[in-house]
């Protein structure tokens, strides 16, 4: 029963590109939320989607960003012409959503963006 | 406005004995807590949740106490073991997870 998939794990961008996030869930799960960890913090929330809904972004910048989450493949964290703030871990989370356990939230090993 | 507090960022404990995390949350509404464990370059790893309808929930050498009047939480590990040496993130969830910042604990021999 494989866990949720990041790819790629190490991202190397340079200032103006494009960077694109993907995530597995695990199987079953149909809730992802996305998160980023920024050099020497915590992890905080930027989007929490279901198949082809977004239910939450209010941790989204508002520009430059965006996440999709289709009805078939991977969901998507996009970030267009990335700027050096932008560098950090980020991490995808599923869950199934309902029943015994159902909140709990599984991580992935998270894609580390370098911007140079 | 940090609503999920880990107030130690560091814990150092000898191989068998008791290791007690704490977090505080500041919003009577949540009503979920998580406890996740990560190693560096690693995603976190769930290890045990509580609802706010429990006061305690028990995993094997993994317990979490809930005291809701003071908006407390912490996670007892024992015994503690080497291999229990990371960085320990309480979380608290609305739906979303809203993180502590972490405390880092070793366990020597």
């Known amino acids: 029963n494989a866990g949720v998939m990041q790819n790629p794990r190490h991202l190397v961008r340079r200032r103006g590109q494009e960077a694109r996030l993907r995530c597995s869930p695990m199987?079953?799960?149909?809730?992802v939320y996305w998160y980023r960890q920024l050099p020497e913090e915590g992890l905080k929330f930027m989007v929490y989607?279901?198949?082809?809904?977004?239910?939450?972004e209010s941790g989204m910048p508002k520009e430059r960003f965006s996440a999709e989450f289709p009805k078939e493949g991977p969901s998507i964290l996009r970030i267009q012409q990335v700027v050096r703030g932008d560098s950090a871990a980020y991490f995808c989370?599923?869950?199934?959503?309902?029943?015994?356990?159902?909140?709990?939230?599984?991580f992935g090993p998270g894609t580390r963006l370098l911007v140079l | 406005d940090q609503q999920v507090k880990q107030n130690s960022p560091s814990l150092s404990v000898q191989e068998g004995r008791i290791s007690i995390l704490n977090c505080d949350y500041t919003?009577?509404?949540?009503?979920?807590f998580l406890w996740y464990k990560k190693y560096p370059a690693e995603g976190p790893t769930f290890l045990i949740s509580?609802?706010?309808?429990?006061d305690k929930n028990e995993d094997g050498r993994f317990t979490v106490f809930l005291n809701k009047s003071a908006k407390h939480l912490s996670l007892h590990i024992v015994p503690s073991q080497p291999g229990d040496s990371a960085v320990y993130f309480c979380?608290?969830?609305?739906?979303?997870?809203?993180f502590g910042t972490g405390t880092r604990l070793q366990v020597f021999p």
């Open positions: 509580i609802s706010s309808i429990k």
């Open positions: 199987k079953g799960h149909s809730h």
């Open positions: 919003n009577s509404m949540f009503d979920y």
């Open positions: 979380a608290a969830s609305p739906d979303k997870l809203i």
């Open positions: 989607l279901q198949k082809e809904n977004i239910i939450d």
């Open positions: 989370a599923s869950s199934p959503g309902e029943g015994t356990g159902g909140r709990a939230q599984y």
